[in-house]
């Protein structure tokens, strides 16, 4: 089975979760981005990609805004459930922006990445990266693969919503919220796509947005019932 959830800003304490304990042999855990334990290469961290990697699931997450992207463009660059993968330590991966992976039946459509709203006080390479808003490569290649699938995915996992569904939020909350490119590339994804759930991380709560739109933060979401008829 394929399960989410959202951010964990190196919070250790989340990995031990006990749905996530519960979790089999060969069942998938992805996390929607701001994972935080590819950071600073430390024996601390060294010791916690240790320990997802002998997990009897696997653990993979999306980059969000707070990534090191030098040190994760550093794990080897593979091809795993037939998307591109960074392989953190065994059974913990790193999935690429725009790829398409085939998991327990679902075809899964991902693509990590946003934008740091307090990037002017942040150092480059040191707590910010540019590499967190995504490349013109990286946008042609995820259109490329949607295309390849006829525009059709089960699932469809970021770290930002789509423009129309980040501008719902912000109004809910009182607030204008600022939409990137990132944002309006979803946006035209969302229109041109079929799918049947979209899930997200970087809002920062639990909550069904519209019957297609959940925003995930701690909660730990099961997404079976979702595969395609064969």
Known sequence: MVYVTGDMHREEARLYDRKIK?????????????FGFVWDDS???KKIHKYLGKRRYNV????????????LNKYPLTVWSGGKVHRINNRLFHLCRGQIFNI?????????????????MRIEHQTWWREELPSKKELEEGVENLEEHSCAVDL?????PPALVKRSIA???????????????LQEVNNNCTFKK??????????????????????????????SKK
């Open 156 to 160: 469809i996992l970021t770290h930002e």
């Open 198 to 227: 979209w899930f997200f991380g970087s809002c920062h709560e639990d909550r069904i947005i519209t019957p297609v739109h959940t925003a995930v933060y701690e909660e730990v979401h099961s997404v079976d019932g979702l595969k």
């Open 60 to 71: 993979c997450f999306l980059d969000g805004t707070n990534e090191n992207h030098d040190l």
């Open 104 to 120: 327990d039946g679902f075809k899964i459509f991902t693509f990590g990445g946003g934008e740091s709203l307090d990037r002017e």
């Open 22 to 34: 519960r979790l089999k042999k060969r069942d998938t855990l992805i996390i929607l981005g701001d």
């Open 43 to 45: 024996d601390w961290e």
């Open 171 to 185: 109004a809910r909350r009182g607030k204008s919220e600022q939409v990137s490119k990132l944002n309006c590339y």
